[in-house]
């Protein structure tokens, strides 16, 4: 090994400080972030090696008959709704809770694994400045949002249709959770010298029109002023979103709808969700809103805007909804709620809002719990209800 001068040192250090995130609520607390570097090295590169070998896979690779969009549109059915026995041929009625087997899930399918893929790749390449990582995450990159052959139109009008009640709802809006994390993983690929700057304008302009459609259209409106995690989601997308492009009026826009909306609509004064509560899936859809929310204040916070201790006069805020979350997190045997009518013994996993609430409000034992839970559950339910995995990309304490 040979020694660097001076000047290489000093390149060298400024290239793993632009590498690593800056976290959003200052640096005063980068002494509390638990080294993520070293706890899920071997996690993140046998992901990546992996995922090496798998080559990118968009929506134009699988079709329905019952889309009423194109060959580029991405097309998903209601989980929920199932054939009415009474009227089998005729409009799906819901079950909630109970997913329907037979509907088309082959698009979200896709956009799961490239939510797996991408973000993993990229993460390897934070560890080990292995150009073999980055470039193959550009191939998936460019397949779902530059190749015309391969790319998914910037809209969701056909998510989550039902059949015969409608060709796509508000609702599917939240099947894009599972691009916050790929567009976290974009300037990574870049500054790995995998995207030109070129490409990175396409990919600026894509997520650019996506954002018009979820701020202008009908269903987008829709999914916004939903009451529940789908309100929660679409904040958390077009915060990231509106970061990448540079959208400065989207991000104050969430900032305080956030605070306007989210805090005051959805937190009781214990601390809980109500309307999660009431669902026949309230612990996982608490986890999930929980989760949504930290990564919200994440995107968003700054220094002299710390979403994380943001409360109302009256306390209510995401620290309390936090605190109320953590004890069942830590010990499930305590939930005094209903179980879930599907997949409750599969969670808790490794809850990303652990991770952030911990650095962000100085709770060490919100790290204790974070660091003993399964980081990659193999459950489809809940790696769809789990967006966040990667958080070096979020918290790039130790590169």
Not at 249 to 261: G, I, P
Request: proline letters at 7%; aromatic letters at 12%; glycine letters at 6%.
């Amino acid at each position: 090994m040979t020694l660097l001068s001076r000047r290489e040192f000093c390149a060298a250090a400024g290239l793993a400080a632009a590498a690593a995130p800056l976290l959003a609520f200052g640096e005063s607390a980068a002494r509390d972030v638990p080294d993520v570097a070293k706890i899920d090295r071997h996690r993140i590169l046998a992901s990546a090696d992996r995922y090496l070998q798998e080559q990118p896979i968009s929506i134009t690779s699988y079709s329905s008959p019952r889309s009423a969009g194109g060959a580029h549109d991405y097309f998903s059915e209601g989980d929920y709704f199932w054939p009415d026995p009474k009227n089998p041929s005729g409009r799906y009625i819901e079950h909630d809770g109970m997913s329907n087997p037979d509907n088309f899930t082959a698009h979200r399918h896709a956009l799961m694994r490239l939510s797996l893929q991408v973000p993993a790749l990229a993460a390897a390449w934070m560890l080990t400045r292995h150009d073999r990582y980055a470039r193959h995450a550009a191939k998936h990159v460019r397949a779902w949002f530059l190749d015309p052959a391969t790319l998914m139109n910037p809209n969701l009008q056909y998510a989550q249709a039902v059949h015969g009640v409608n060709t796509g709802r508000g609702t599917g809006i939240i099947d894009t959770i599972h691009l916050v994390e790929v567009v976290r993983s974009i300037p990574v690929i870049e500054q790995a010298g995998a995207l030109s700057a070129d490409e990175m304008g396409q990919l600026k302009k894509w997520f650019a029109d996506y954002l018009v459609w979820m701020t202008t259209s009908v269903n987008g409106q829709k999914e916004r002023d939903e009451k529940n995690n789908h309100g929660t989601c679409w904040i958390m997308q077009v915060s990231e979103f509106a970061a990448f492009t540079g959208a400065s009026d989207l991000t104050e826009f969430c900032r305080a709808r956030f605070k306007d909306v989210i805090v005051p609509g959805q937190i009781a004064a214990d601390g809980s969700f109500p309307l999660e509560l009431r669902r026949t899936k309230p612990y996982g859809y608490c986890l999930f809103n929980l989760d949504t929310m930290s990564t919200v204040c994440q995107i968003l916070s700054t220094p002299k805007d710390n979403l994380f201790s943001f409360a109302l006069p009256d306390g209510r805020g995401f620290a309390r909804a936090m605190a109320f979350m953590f004890p069942f997190i830590a010990d499930k045997s305590s939930w005094p709620y209903p179980h879930d009518v599907e997949y409750f013994e599969y969670w808790p996993v490794r809850q990303p809002s652990l991770l952030f609430a911990g650095i962000a409000l100085s709770r060490p034992e919100y790290f204790k719990v974070w660091r003993r839970l399964d980081p990659d559950p193999t459950v489809e339910e809940i790696i769809r209800n789990y967006p966040i995995r990667q958080p070096l990309l979020w918290v790039g304490q130790g590169v």
